[in-house]
């Protein structure tokens, strides 16, 4: 099982880069019977149908990196080392203090998401299966980009619950529509986030940045503007477009928020941060 789609433009190609790393919903049998969660669950913690909102991105001028695995398999906004001694009780250097690291150990509502503590040795095979190639393979298409355009735009796509829930800092509090994560406006040109405000503003979208995500692993890691990398990771409100509660697209709703989307791509494939 392929842990990743990448899909570049044959022609009219831009300086944008989409990433969407939680919308797969796959779980290879390698990993199966170490896995804790149902089909439910895997959907209600994934970034369902993030990537067919991109899906026009191609078609804009932008790359496309997409995700084919579950979140539960490997978290791909974590870093390799992001890991608690509760779920790999013999690993020789963890940094992570939380159990949604890397690999999570509990679902979002604070289910078991493991059967057992993985052991170091299974831990580095699922990151060199699934983990290393996805980043690879982004890290190496931002080197091209960079190379034949002087720059690289990298959007991480994701989406959150409309609501804040148990075990998240805002717990119970509704969310912006869209909340764009920039590290504190350090991971990209003011250029390029200025643009991603007002094109949602214009919308009639509520933007609120940093709050609740600054941005993850890919944010912090590939976010480096002053050697050409400029990351921003969007997190729209899901309630925008599906049903919380059944998983259904709002057909209408999607259709507007995906023709949107493909806009922001256009436009961010004509800004030059330099």
Do not use: C
Request: charged fraction near 30%; avoid cysteine.
């Amino acid at each position: 099982m392929l842990p990743f789609e990448l899909t570049v433009p044959e022609g009219g190609r831009t300086p944008v880069i989409v990433e969407i790393p939680h919308a797969g919903l796959g779980i290879p049998e390698a990993v199966r019977d170490e896995t804790a969660v149902d089909a439910l669950r895997v959907m209600r913690d994934a970034d369902l149908y993030v990537d067919a909102l991109y899906a026009d991105a191609p078609a804009r001028g932008a790359a496309l990196l997409t995700a084919t695995l579950s979140r539960y398999v490997v978290d791909l906004n974590r870093a390799p080392d992001d890991v608690d001694l509760a779920t790999v009780p013999d690993h020789p250097a963890p940094r992570g203090v939380q159990p949604r690291g890397v690999v999570w150990r509990l679902t979002t509502d604070g289910l078991p998401a493991l059967r057992r503590p993985l052991t170091f040795a299974e831990l580095s095979v699922r990151l060199a299966r699934y983990h290393a190639p996805y980043h690879e393979a982004l890290h190496a298409e931002l080197l091209r980009t960079r190379e034949r355009f002087g720059f690289a735009v990298l959007v991480a796509g994701h989406s959150m619950p409309s609501v804040g829930r148990a075990g998240h800092a805002d717990t119970g509090t509704r969310r912006a529509d869209v909340v764009p994560g920039t590290r504190g406006r350090t991971s990209a040109d003011r250029r390029i986030i200025e643009l991603v405000d007002a094109h949602f503003r214009d919308a009639g979208l509520s933007v609120r940045h940093d709050d609740p995500y600054r941005g993850g692993f890919t944010t912090a890691h590939y976010g480096r503007p002053q050697e050409g990398f400029h990351t921003i990771q969007i997190e729209l409100n899901r309630a925008l477009y599906v049903d919380e509660r059944s998983g259904k697209r709002k057909a209408r709703d999607f259709k507007r928020l995906r023709r949107l989307l493909a806009e922001l791509v256009e436009k961010l494939g004509r800004v030059d941060p330099r």
